[in-house]
């Protein structure tokens, strides 16, 4: 094995897709066709990457693994994963992590989504996620009980939004929760405290930049492919191709921006 004080990995893509279906209007960029997302993942299995869940990912990375890899996800627990995503990945010999929003499943549109809510169809049922739990390669992951920024949470429902959602999934589909993913991407010190107190030993944010061994297991950053990036377009992102200025001032901006949400949270609005 690998000394963990000397890495012989340097870098980690990870993509985030939501839906495997074609949206138009503003939330046509969280939407990925069937067709397109099987381009995109033979075009990186043919850059000769291993497509793996995140978990997947970071254990082989600790075990000493050199070889290439780009971590696969998806948000939210559309049903059109099970009938549309599944079997892309499948026919790409990819592995993906998948984030179930628990206190949403089952029951209907995404409706932290407002009037887009029935944009990207019907949340998955318990029994498709159980479904999904079988398929090999593929691991369940927690997005959180509501979708709901957690860092504008007193400390007591932040606990509570991570502690539920982790114990209904392993409780229900009777396996290890390792993963979570932060809802709209936020987190703070607090919030990855309460994931990792909870069970989880790792979690990703959105971020529009590779993960190095130097950055928090606890924060994770993703790509997000859209329907617009080719096969080539998908690779030349996850090997570096693009500016890192607009990841590092999203970055600096994070503490003002908590504190917008916070006050705004306190008047009875929510802001994403």
Do not use: C
């Not at 990036?229 to 921006?257: I, T």
Request: net charge negative.
């Amino acid at each position: 094995m690998t000394d963990s004080a000397t890495p012989a990995w340097t870098t980690l893509p990870a993509l985030m897709y939501h839906s495997v279906s074609t949206v138009g209007g503003p939330l046509g960029d969280l939407a990925v066709p069937p067709e397109r997302l099987a381009e995109q993942l033979h075009a990186l299995t043919a850059a000769g990457y291993r497509l793996v869940g995140l978990t997947e990912a970071l254990d082989r990375l600790s075990m000493g693994s050199t070889e290439k890899m780009v971590a696969v996800t998806f948000d939210d627990g559309y049903r059109d994963f099970v009938t549309a995503g599944v079997p892309v990945l499948q026919a790409a010999g990819a592995g993906a992590t998948l984030y179930a929003s628990v206190g949403h499943l089952g029951g209907g549109h995404a409706n932290w989504l407002g009037e887009w809510a029935p944009a990207f169809g019907p949340m998955m049922s318990w029994e498709e996620l159980a479904e999904v739990a079988t398929v090999p390669g593929l691991e369940i992951g927690n997005h959180s009980l509501i979708h709901h920024p957690l860092d504008v949470l007193a400390p007591g429902e932040l606990r509570d939004q991570v502690v539920s959602s982790h114990d209904q999934l392993e409780q229900r589909l009777q396996l290890k929760v390792r993963s979570f993913a932060y809802p709209h991407g936020y987190n703070s010190r607090l919030v990855r405290d309460a994931v990792a107190a909870s069970g989880h030993d790792n979690a990703t944010e959105v971020g529009y930049r590779v993960h190095t061994p130097s950055e928090h297991r606890f924060a994770v950053p993703r790509f997000q492919p859209t329907p617009d990036h080719s096969g080539a377009d998908l690779v030349a992102l996850v090997e570096g191709a693009g500016s890192q200025l607009v990841p590092q001032l999203k970055r600096l901006a994070q503490p003002g921006w908590r504190m917008v949400r916070k006050m705004a949270r306190k008047a009875g609005r929510n802001l994403t």
